[in-house]
């Protein structure tokens, strides 16, 4: 059973920084997709950026293009660096694990949440003013 397990939310100000940190085990292949969403209150779910674990290949949204940076450890951790948090960016995050990345050597993030079976409980992350 594949359970991502998201962690690293939390409350910063305009400007500061937010490290999220997801642990995605028990997939059958090794070579996987990562990705992470965002939903604000009333809004759709977005994605944000995806990382196809097999090669470190990455992809983001253009929100975030160049303030968050998609990463993974040798093992089954995926990260995702946020700086230059914008009140914008407050949304519950959550990470989401599936078989291949949509958009992977384009460089811009175009999966949709249905390429993801498998999802975490999400964690917040709330960026002040």
């Known amino acids: 059973q594949v359970q991502p397990v998201e962690s690293g939310g939390g409350s910063v100000q305009a400007g500061g920084s937010l490290r999220l940190s997801c642990v995605a085990s028990?997939?059958?292949?090794?070579?996987?997709?990562v990705g992470w969403f965002r939903q604000a209150p009333g809004k759709e779910r977005e994605g944000v950026a995806d990382i196809y674990t097999g090669d470190g290949t990455t992809t983001y949204a253009d929100s975030v293009k160049g303030r968050f940076t998609i990463s993974q450890d040798n093992v089954n951790t995926v990260f995702l660096q946020m700086n230059s948090l914008k009140p914008e960016d407050t949304a519950m995050y959550y990470c989401?694990?599936?078989?291949?990345?949509?958009?992977?050597?384009?460089?811009?993030?175009?999966?949709?949440?249905?390429?993801?079976?498998?999802w975490g409980q999400g964690t917040q992350v709330t960026v002040s003013s």
């Open positions: 989401a694990a599936g078989l291949y990345c949509s958009g992977r050597y384009s460089g811009v993030f175009r999966g949709t949440t249905a390429d993801f079976p498998y």
């Open positions: 028990g997939y059958t292949y090794r070579s996987k997709c």
